[in-house]
């Protein structure tokens, strides 16, 4: 009854009444349709193992791996698109309250599948500024770079850390084990050997090394950063030092309770195995003529007076087996003797 009162200007206008409404409806969907996508985009770990850790769903939907070029080295490194589920929980980075998102960034707003090439994750500015700006500007960085050397990225110490690798196979990725595990305590203790290698052999010379190399690498058995520091180490002789003079009995007061400075004195890293320590010990003596400072520096080296102790053990070793084997051999030789003559032990 009521459209049948209306005239034509009427419906007009209840018509543009109608578009305003329909209009604004369409645009509150769309702001609303916004604002829900963004609110939901933070999706949980167990969305993005859909894909990553199935090879095949992996695979149908872009690739299993992927070519990229490391930043900072410059090095072509294959990265696989793989999650081992197992092998993340158990990593640092697997923890209840971390997620992907958290280093991807650029997958916060999406669902489902998104772009192939996501952007570099820059863990050293996202999450760990502190301790990266403060191996940037140690005393250890700046006398690499005087002498040539590439300082190594967190990567190069942390394995697996930015390119999904660890030293369990490519197919592990993210898995960084606890700083404090016995895994990484291993790594770290061959990632610094990689570049000092005399005093890793050295190290190993050393009941802490020789421990660490039967595979026992928990935290009872100290290695490289638990004396020396992780990001800002400093020279032995600097006295600021971790193994400086007025901070080594605090450092090794954390294990051997009752430290002192007599136990101190203890050799950390022995040469008496090395080749080169007798040759510059020799080398030393034939030029005490022309150069008397090198056999005083030999003299204040607490090495020489270990190297005196082993040199005296080996030898006292040597002489009572060498004596011992003769003695055995000559025996042996006389019991043949004997049995050849016919003679009759009992008469001996």
Sequence with gaps: MILKNLSKGDFRELK???????????????????????????????????????????????????????????DLEIVSMIVDQEAFATSIHGKDDFYCIDCHGDLEESEGMHNLNLKRVDCATFCHDDP????????HVKLMKEKGFSPPTCKGCHIGLAFHQSTWGKERPMFVPYADGPEH?????????????????????????QVAALGVTTKEIPTCADCHGSHDILNSSNPDSQMGIKNRIEVCGKCHIGADEKFVMHIEHPRIKEIGFYKSLVSNLLSFKNFPEGLKKVGKDPNSYLMIVFVGYIGLLTMLFSKFGLHSLLTWFREIMDERKGKDKDHE
Aim: glycine share 8%; charged share 20%.
């Design 16 to 74: 543009v009444v109608n578009g305003k409404r329909f209009l604004i409806s369409l645009l509150s969907l769309l702001v609303f349709s916004l604002f829900f996508h963004v609110s939901v985009g933070a999706q949980e770990n167990s969305d993005c193992l859909q894909c990553h850790e199935n090879a095949e769903m992996c695979g149908d939907f872009g690739e299993t791996k992927k070519a990229r070029i490391d930043p900072e080295t410059g």
């Design 132 to 139: 990266a700006a403060s191996y940037r500007d140690s005393n």
């Design 185 to 209: 305590r291993k790594m770290t203790i061959n990632t610094c050997g990689n570049c000092h290698k005399e005093h890793l052999a050295s190290y190993k010379n050393n009941f802490h090394g």
